[in-house]
T-cell receptor, first 117, second 111 residues
């Protein structure tokens, strides 16, 4: 089956630092990857859609300069939270859509829990 | 704008009982997904429903889709404690790449 990995699974950082999260599709090529944020007991909120080789499309209210997304290859997208603050603490989940997938299904990574002190 | 509504948002039920979670959506779509999320974990794909009248079953869970009513149901038969989790439905926006999630249904099954 389609497997998506994320690294790191958990990160704790000081306020003002930047944190990079990697999302990889392990056994398939993904032209499109998605980044979500989930606060406790809430649903997933789409932050941005990332297409390989082009700029990410951000959802309304998501700061482009704060959440930098790079989709450098068909198997890797990165999310960098710049100058992190405690309110950025959340569960970040990526997903990847297979380039030639039949059902347009997204496969989700295991998530990264970010805690900003 | 596509909206996805689930109900109930919280469900506490006893083992061996049956229950149904409902998912309504506001615009046309030809793909609906059900996911399970355990505390502290990411999403696990349960079902992909692609057409009107589609019905899929896995163990004690059965999902169906009525595209005319814009409604999907997730039916739980003879619930067991292991099914305690949060269940999300999500709908593919026809015009866009993205999927829109419902708020989720927190299911708590009492032993």
């Amino acid at each position: 089956g389609a497997v998506v990995s994320q690294h790191p699974s958990r990160v704790i950082c000081k306020s003002g630092t930047s944190v990079k999260i990697e999302c990889r599709s392990l056994d398939f090529q993904a032209t499109t990857m998605f980044w979500y944020r989930q606060f406790p007991k809430q649903s997933l909120m789409l932050m941005a859609t990332s297409n390989e080789g082009s700029k990410a499309t951000y959802e309304q209210g998501v700061e482009k300069d704060k959440f930098l997304i790079n989709h450098a290859s068909l198997t890797l997208s990165t999310l960098t939270v710049t100058s992190a603050h405690p309110e950025d603490s959340s569960f970040y989940i990526c997903s990847a859509r297979e380039s030639r997938g039949l059902y347009n299904e997204q496969f989700f990574g295991p998530g990264t829990r970010l805690t900003v002190l | 704008e596509l909206k996805v509504e689930q109900n109930p948002l919280f469900l506490s039920m006893q083992e061996k009982k049956n229950y149904t979670i409902y998912c309504n959506y506001s615009t046309t779509s030809d793909r609906l997904y059900w996911y399970r999320q355990d505390p502290g974990k990411s999403l696990e794909s349960l079902f992909v429903l692609l057409s009107n009248g589609a019905v899929k079953q896995e163990g004690r869970l059965m999902a169906s889709l009525d595209t005319k009513a814009r409604l999907s149901t997730l039916h739980i038969t003879a619930a067991v404690h292991d099914l305690s989790a949060t269940y999300f439905c999500a709908v593919d926006e026809d015009r866009d790449d993205k999927i829109i999630f419902g708020k989720g249904t927190r299911l708590h099954i009492l032993p």
